[in-house]
């Protein structure tokens, strides 16, 4: 057992019950998946990461009535109490605009994405690449700030980013203390650096010397891959919350069993069949936000991490990545299942 490692963040004004959270991972973590680790004990989520430039552009791409994809990163799940969206640009005005058309969605905090390291988000300034650029980086967060306190009811801001641009330029305190000089209200460090990408190992060092060296929580993330793991980062980097990332793609029960880990010192793993009647459940929830057909596409992805590990998964994964309706979805699984 784990006592006081479980515990309730202070974002600001923003109370959060636990200290298990969701990071934002592209292309996987939309909403109704946001929605299913909550109901497996997630205690705070944040949306995939959002253009601002895509955004202020064409802000009906996101609207209340939009089918599309985008609209299912942006808004709140059913069940999500308290969700952060995730905001990437390089432009002080434009990360500000951005903000304001937020409104409509009441997000309870922003999150600044500067720890992003995928050429497509870097080469436009955006990402980990604004931590080549500090004073950059903290025009964004006062933009950013400014525009929650004016549209947003001023739902705090925090900023998640890596330890450095490479292993020359390991230079996450001085990132951080410009952010929180300019009103970040809790630092979230991925404790690799943007050249290592996800290779290698994280360096929970930098944690644990980040939480000494700020005034605000700060978030822990990298190489968080099971119950243990969040256990062991809790105790030994003193970090306030938990960003489970990779560790949590096709595995929302990671959160319950950290949750159980910590206060009661075991936890039990799911069953396969758990694991693939929540992998239908994502299916058939997303069909309903966009459509039946975009689901199928979608969810070949989410079923290679759903049944990762299990007993027989490759084979399965090989019909599943050809299915196109929920129905062969359905006979597939139940096939598999006898």
């Known amino acids: 057992m784990s006592m006081g490692l479980y515990h309730p963040v202070a974002i600001g004004s923003l109370a959060i019950p636990g200290n298990l959270f969701l990071a934002p991972v592209a292309g996987y973590f939309d909403r109704v998946f946001r929605s299913i680790c909550i109901e497996q004990g997630a205690d705070f989520t944040s949306t995939e ?19 599309s994809i985008e609209k299912n990163i942006l808004s709140r799940g059913d069940n999500e109490t308290r ?44 990402g980990s690449a604004l931590m080549r650029n500090p004073a950059l980086l903290g025009r964004i967060v006062e933009a950013v700030v400014r525009g929650a306190q004016e549209r947003l009811g001023a739902a705090p801001v925090m900023v998640k980013m890596r330890s450095g ?50 005034p605000v929580p700060v978030a822990g993330s990298g190489d968080l ?35 159980s880990l910590l206060l009661t010192g075991s936890w039990e793993l799911p069953t396969p069949e758990e694991r693939l009647v929540i992998g239908f459940r994502h299916l058939t929830q997303l069909a309903a936000d966009i459509g039946e057909g975009s689901a199928c ?27 196109q309706t929920i129905a062969e979805y359905r006979d597939i699984l139940r096939e598999f299942a006898r």
């Open 49 to 67: 990461l959002v253009s601002s430039e895509a955004l202020v552009r064409n802000p009906a791409l996101y609207g209340a009535h939009s089918a």
């Open 83 to 126: 969700y952060a969206v995730q905001l990437f640009g390089s432009d002080p005005e434009v990360m500000y605009r951005a903000t304001s058309l937020l409104a409509p969605y009441h997000p309870d905090a922003v999150d600044i994405n500067c720890g992003c390291p995928v050429p497509k988000v870097t080469k436009t300034g955006a």
């Open 165 to 214: 641009w490479d292993a020359s330029s390991v230079n996450y305190r001085e990132c951080a203390r410009i952010a929180v000089e300019a009103g970040a209200a809790l630092v979230s460090l991925h404790a690799r650096t943007r050249s290592q990408g996800y290779a290698g190992t994280s360096d929970w060092s930098y944690i644990a010397d980040l939480v000494s060296q700020v």
């Open 225 to 259: 891959f099971s119950p243990e793991d969040a256990e062991r980062m809790l105790r030994e980097t003193g970090c306030a919350a938990v960003l489970f990332a990779r560790g949590a793609m096709g595995n929302p029960f990671i959160f319950s069993a950290a949750r």
């Open 297 to 323: 596409r979608e969810m070949r992805k989410q079923f290679c991490t759903y049944t990762k590990g299990l007993a027989g998964g490759a084979v399965l994964r090989n019909r599943l990545v050809h299915a």
